[in-house]
């Protein structure tokens, strides 16, 4: 093992690996490994300015057990960025402390020595590395020792019951309603980010931690040490980017169904809203509008004038988001010039296709700059010329038809090797051309994002989920640990997305209990795909604005006069904190502080606070106990420490205790902090 110190930046040789240790920002270090002849630049999420901090590093001997009770002596190095330092031993492996306390060491189970005397014949090394066969990339395994009694958290939003993370296997890849974000949070006090978008896995196990990359050119992670989960989201987003200033004008109602098909139906439905004295802030206008797929324009048959549409809409304070997909079917007039400039994804065998849903379809490149300009100057004639406010950029994983990432190929390589960037790359098609045009922030709503996308403009929502108290429980636990991968601006369809029958009772309760929940998170958005589906289509033809179905009215006052009257009052709940939801936004925009909160988020030395997970915090001044189950109407709410206020009687409690309170349908229990 040689090591070196380049000017502050430890550089480690073996066996044909170099390995690279830099301080990145405050307490914290990025570590790259190749076995390529350099490193490849790429920044992945690591996009910003960063701090300047001094390293220590220094050169010293430790005594190596060579296994027949004879000590050797053999060089290793470390590097120290405040609090955090890393320790790398004479074959190459890191361990990092904080404080001089252990938090984490790869894994190594191979000649014996100081690191592991027992399963020395295991042969099992902490990185390994298996050459792709025809290209240049390899495919990695990283492992880490496991720490007993850790919790870890973040990751994104996966569709599962566990909230806390340990013993689970996530896969790295993004698929509908899954969100790879690879940051984790641990209990020990670090938090660690996966800065490689390929495609691959992470196992938290009880005996070791496992990340993989299907394909790579280099090993890439970030690691940050801090006493608090929020100053670790701190250090986090000063990397990785900051959330904007979301607008005020944004942060009410947002109005939304599987679909509305006519100018006339949206216009009526933000008629009727004003007459029923609810502002809206924004209304949506859902998937096949369009001619076919790729076109990226209305049907003027339903659609004759977009522009007077969207004039009118804005006269009533109402913007308008309209649904864009990157797929672009055979019989688009876009096809056939975006297939001969290359500007669609390749297939690497079989038929050139990728997406088979209503059309025979192939989805954009966003990694080509040629595809962004392309994109976007359809995009500007046929919507943002005619005052389009947002881009709904729906299946932006993308959806793939069949999800065999080893078939499908960017411009900048296998999509094995960087796919899980697509929806951020996707985004910015519109983002960077957004923010040229205009002064104020850009908000685009996206169904999947990566590691940094919150600097994109991105409004993430947990897509297409179906209709149960199950569903809703996991997308609470979904919505938790994406904020604590640094995505701030996180929604969800409130009812879920996938209804049979808007008349069963259960679906109702279901319904309202949603609708509760969403008014005290980050964007509040009404949509669903509601059945029966009886209504009609509006004409025989295969294609267009009219032949695909319609789901049932999903507007407030849709389900029975009884359940308007308790949307009408968490409606106006929702508008009344207005100045307290502009905080946290302020918050998220500066320190990286999601606006749903774990209980450990704001409460990080009570220890049953790190188990908590049907309950959260709404910033820091209100405590929100979700109803998760059917014909719930009490419930226990755990309350740390402190004074806390009942909304809905005023009776105070006092904290470090499990309390019952009642939940008719009308009320979720929200406590206040006093």
Not at 112 to 130: A, F, M, Q
Not at 151 to 166: A, D, F, I, S, W
């Amino acid at each position: 093992m040689r090591f070196e110190n380049d000017h502050g930046v430890l550089v480690c040789y073996h066996q044909g690996e170099r390995v690279r240790i830099e301080a990145w920002g405050r307490d914290s270090f990025r570590v790259r490994a190749t076995r390529l002849m350099d490193f490849t630049q790429n920044q992945w999420a690591l996009t910003e300015e960063i701090e300047k901090c001094p390293t220590e590093i220094t050169f010293q001997e430790e005594d190596f057990w060579v296994g027949d009770g004879t000590i050797e002596k053999k060089e290793y190095a470390t590097i120290r960025n405040g609090q955090l330092k890393a320790v790398v031993n004479f074959v190459g492996i890191i361990s990092f402390f904080k404080n001089d306390k252990l938090i984490l060491r790869e894994y190594f189970r191979f000649y014996g020595g100081t690191i592991s005397k027992e399963s020395r014949c295991l042969k099992i090394p902490g990185r390994e590395w298996k050459g792709v066969i025809g290209g240049s990339e390899h495919s990695l395994n990283l492992k880490f020792e496991s720490n007993e009694g850790e919790k870890l958290y973040g990751m994104g939003q996966y569709q599962q019951p566990c909230m806390e993370l340990k013993g689970c296997v996530l896969e790295l890849a993004q698929r509908n309603s899954q969100i790879s974000v690879p940051f984790a949070v641990s209990s020990l006090g670090y938090g660690f980010l996966w800065n490689n978008p390929a495609v691959g896995q992470v196992i938290f196990g009880k005996n070791y931690t496992e990340w993989t990359a299907k394909a790579t050119k280099e090993m890439d992670y970030w690691i940050t040490a801090a006493d608090t989960p929020k100053e670790i989201l701190q250090n986090y987003t000063a990397v990785t980017g900051h959330a904007e200033m979301f607008p005020e004008d944004l942060m009410g109602l947002w109005q939304c169904k599987l679909r509305y098909r006519t100018q006339a139906e949206v216009l009526e439905v933000a008629h009727q809203y004003q007459k029923e004295g609810i502002k809206i802030d924004l209304i949506v206008i859902d998937f096949f509008h369009w001619t076919v797929q790729g076109d990226w324009k209305f049907d003027s048959k339903y659609w004759p004038d977009p522009k007077a549409m969207v004039d009118e809409l804005h006269s009533m304070g109402i913007k308008v988001i309209v649904s864009i997909w990157p797929s672009v079917d055979r019989k688009s007039e876009n096809f056939e010039p975006m297939m001969e400039k290359g500007l669609l994804i390749k297939t690497e065998r079989g038929a050139a296709q990728t997406y088979d849903y209503q059309g025979d379809c192939v989805e954009i490149d966003p990694f080509n700059p040629e595809t962004k300009k392309y994109v976007w100057e359809v995009c500007k004639k046929n919507y943002y010329d005619f005052g389009i406010d947002a881009f709904w950029l729906d299946n932006s994983e993308p959806d793939y038809g069949v999800y065999d990432f080893d078939n499908y190929r960017y411009c900048v390589g296998p999509a094995l090797e960087v796919s899980n960037l697509y929806p951020q790359m996707y985004s910015r098609i519109y983002y960077d051309e957004m923010k040229k045009a205009e002064n104020e922030h850009v908000v685009n709503l996206l169904r999947s994002g990566w590691a940094g996308s919150q600097k994109y403009g991105n409004v993430i929502w947990s897509g297409d989920i179906p209709s149960t108290f199950e569903a809703f429980f996991d997308q609470i636990k979904g919505g938790l640990n994406m904020g604590l991968a640094g995505i701030p601006w996180w929604t969800t369809d409130i009812g879920g997305f996938m209804t049979d029958d808007v008349e069963d009772p259960d679906f109702r309760q279901l319904l309202i209990r949603w609708y509760q929940f969403a008014v005290y998170s980050a964007v509040f958005r009404m949509h669903g795909d509601r059945g029966p589906y009886n209504i009609p289509p509006l004409d025989d033809r295969d294609w267009g604005g009219g032949y695909l179905h319609t789901g049932q009215p999903n507007e407030l006052w849709s389900y029975g006069e009884d359940n308007y009257r308790i949307m009408k009052k968490y409606y106006d709940i929702r508008i009344s904190m207005h100045d307290y939801i502009k905080k946290l936004y302020e918050e998220a925009h500066t320190n990286g502080s999601p606006l749903i909160r774990t209980m450990f988020y704001e409460f990080p030395q009570d220890e049953k606070c790190w188990g908590c997970d049907d309950q959260y915090m709404f910033g820091d001044r209100y405590l929100v106990a979700p109803i998760v189950h059917l014909n719930e109407y009490r419930r226990e709410v755990y309350l740390p420490e402190g004074e806390w206020r009942l909304t809905s009687t005023g009776e105070q409690y006092t904290g470090g205790k499990t309390v019952t309170v009642d939940a008719p349908i009308d009320y979720m229990p929200v406590f206040e902090k006093v």
